[in-house]
């Protein structure tokens, strides 16, 4: 039976338990560092730093958790802010899409890999705020209320910036209707 992330964080910052937070970090770790290889254009190096500098703030940070939002959306928040600001100081190149793997040569493989390889073309050409809005809740899923606030935005923001990605899309990926089964 796993121990509720609010227990946890209760022994930390009682009793200063690293233990409770080596738990918090295997729950999180993972789906963390997936998600900071999104925001550091798929550099695996460089996203491992970003989840280490994040998971050091928030065991800082941790007596100020207020349980507003779930603790894995306050931890996105803390990446978010990190990566922001390396973006800002120019140590990362932006919200790129991982590249695909090599696929096999059959055609239904090619054809998953040219699609794939569309939709990364046409995320590229959403703004920054649609791309990370539409990957936090459809790749990520989390709420629009989560991502609003992992975004640190207002909550009808983020469905614009999501409405008018998924418009845009649309529109840049018309040619894939066709090819869908009907």
């Not at 922001?84 to 090619?110: F, V």
């Not at 459809?138 to 609003?148: I, L, Q």
């Not at 614009?160 to 869908?180: C, E, F, M, N, P």
């Amino acid at each position: 039976m796993s121990i509720p992330d609010q227990e946890l964080i209760a022994r930390v910052v009682n009793r200063k338990d690293q233990h409770a937070f080596a738990q918090l970090v295997l729950r999180y770790q993972s789906q963390l560092r997936t998600w900071a290889r999104r925001l550091c254009n798929g550099d695996t190096h460089l996203a491992d730093d970003l989840a280490q500098e994040t998971f050091i703030k928030a065991y800082a940070a941790l007596g100020a958790f207020r349980a507003e939002a779930k603790f894995s959306t306050w931890l996105y928040r803390i990446a978010f802010n990190v990566a922001a600001n390396r973006w800002r100081s120019k140590k990362l190149e932006w919200c790129e899409l991982d590249e695909n793997e090599e696929t096999e040569a059959d055609q239904c493989s090619l054809q998953q890999f040219h699609a794939q390889k569309d939709v990364e073309a046409a995320m590229r050409m959403l703004s920054a705020g649609q791309q990370l809005a539409i990957r936090l809740c459809y790749e990520d899923g989390f709420s629009h209320e989560e991502a609003a606030a992992i975004m640190g935005i207002p909550l009808g923001t983020v469905k614009t910036h999501i409405a008018r990605g998924k418009q845009k899309l649309q529109t840049l990926l018309v040619s894939w209707q066709d090819a869908l089964p009907q």
